[in-house]
Every structure is written in structure tokens, then in C-alpha cells.
Nanobody
Framework: QVQLVESGGGLVQAGDSLRLSCAASGSSSSIYDMGWYRQAPGKQRDLVAVITRGGVTNYADSVKGRFTISRDNTKNTVYLQMNSLKPEDTAVYYC?????????WGQGTQVTVYS
């Protein structure tokens, strides 16, 4: 079992920055990929960024050049640095951790960007 706890969401103005954190506990040493997804009201949950245990990253086109995902394996924590935020980035952001046979989700953290 893995528990994921997100933090760092909030209400910001367009152009501002936020940094999300997700700390994993439990059997976290067996985690492979970690990622961030987001879900806006009335929309499906979409991938924002993912990072492998070795540090290989992948981003949604809509956030490339603005968001950076990073990971500290010693702390079992994944981060999402979000710069140049736009109103369309408004969503609940969920942390995700993939193990060999299981996928875990955090409870989500709200990010609201106003213009």
C-alpha cells in the first residue's frame, strides 16, 4: 500500500507560479513512475506530467515550457513547478504513483488561476 499526500495548491493570478508537492509513504520504495494529472469541472482527468524513477520526463503539450516535474527518491516526493500560470490551468491536481501491479492516487489539490 502507498499513501500519497499532495500540498501546494491555491488561488493565484495569471502569470504567477505555484509548486505542488506529493509525498509518498508506505511501500514507496517499489514505486516506478510518478506523475501529476488534473481534472477541470466537467472534464476528464488528463495527464500533466510524468517522471520515471530514473528521471525521464514527459509533459502534456499544453504545459511544456511552463511546468517542470521533478522527483526526490530519497524523500519519496514528486514536485510540480508551475510557472506562467493561465486561467485554463485551473483544475484539481492529482498525484499518481505506479507500482508493478497497482496504481495509487492522492486526494487532489485545487489550483485556481484568475485573470
Amino acid at each position: 500500500q502507498v499513501q500519497l499526500v499532495e500540498s501546494g495548491g491555491g488561488l493565484v493570478q495569471a502569470g504567477d507560479s505555484l509548486r505542488l508537492s506529493c509525498a509518498a509513504s508506505g511501500s514507496s520504495s517499489s514505486i516506478y513512475d510518478m506523475g501529476w494529472y488534473r481534472q477541470a469541472p466537467g472534464k476528464q482527468r488528463d495527464l500533466v506530467a510524468v517522471i520515471t524513477r530514473g528521471g525521464v520526463t514527459n509533459y502534456a503539450d499544453s504545459v511544456k515550457g511552463r511546468f517542470t516535474i521533478s522527483r526526490d527518491n530519497t524523500k519519496n516526493t514528486v514536485y510540480l513547478q508551475m510557472n506562467s500560470l493561465k486561467p485554463e490551468d485551473t483544475a484539481v491536481y492529482y498525484c499518481n504513483a505506479e507500482m508493478r501491479f497497482s496504481v495509487y492516487w492522492g486526494q487532489g489539490t485545487q489550483v485556481t488561476v484568475y485573470s
